[in-house]
């Protein structure tokens, strides 16, 4: 798990719990639920996390790995669920918790919760690159501002969409920063997500 060989990490796993090698399988449970869900089997994922109701020890980073799934397969209602049950408990959200808080708010019109969610990120998180490329954009476009939701909307679809493209290269994620995203994002209308990160590997190729 640790070398992210999540396949085997998830072998590895069903048989420790299937030769009872460990008796805290909890934490066996709740790894093979993360492995699960960094293959982007997110369905098989939430049945991992919600087949044992004993997973309270993992209870908070388990329900943020939940509503993540239920976001991924567009159930944005069970998503806001789960974040509401959690987003105050003992474990601090982290500055994506939030945006995927807020972004299941204006999945399900709850803007004005959403834009408050939103407003306290801005706050804790000032330096994170998404939040920065969403502020940024907005501010580009006169007819637009905070509150509107559509274009928002669109923000989080098209930057789920760039990194999920240049995941595919380690050196394509070494070229995310806020000044790379605010530039490509604001020809958003004119350029597909594909020859985006084409382009970022071309410039990352051209430095090697």
Known sequence: ?????????????????????TEDITDVIYKKGVCLFNLKSYEKAIEVFTEKSNLHRFYEDTTYY???????LGHYEQGYELYKSVFHSS???????YLSYFQCCLETDRE???????????KLF?????????QDVLKDKDD????????????????????????????????????????????LEEVPTKEIAQELLSKQENKN
Do not use: W
């Open 1 to 21: 798990m640790e070398n992210n060989q999540y396949e085997k990490a998830i072998e590895a796993f069903d048989f420790a719990l299937s030769c009872k090698l």
């Open 66 to 72: 939940l509503a993540e799934s239920q976001i991924m």
């Open 91 to 97: 474990v601090k959200p982290k500055a994506k918790h």
């Open 112 to 122: 004005e919760e959403g834009f408050e969610i939103f407003e306290q990120a801005i």
């Open 126 to 134: 000032p330096d994170d690159i998404f939040i920065i490329a969403i």
């Open 144 to 187: 637009v501002n905070l509150t509107d939701s559509e274009v928002v909307r669109e923000m989080f679809h098209t930057i789920q969409a760039v990194v999920e493209y240049m995941e595919t290269s380690p050196d394509l994620k070494q070229e995310l920063d806020s000044r790379l995203l605010r530039y490509h994002l604001a020809y």
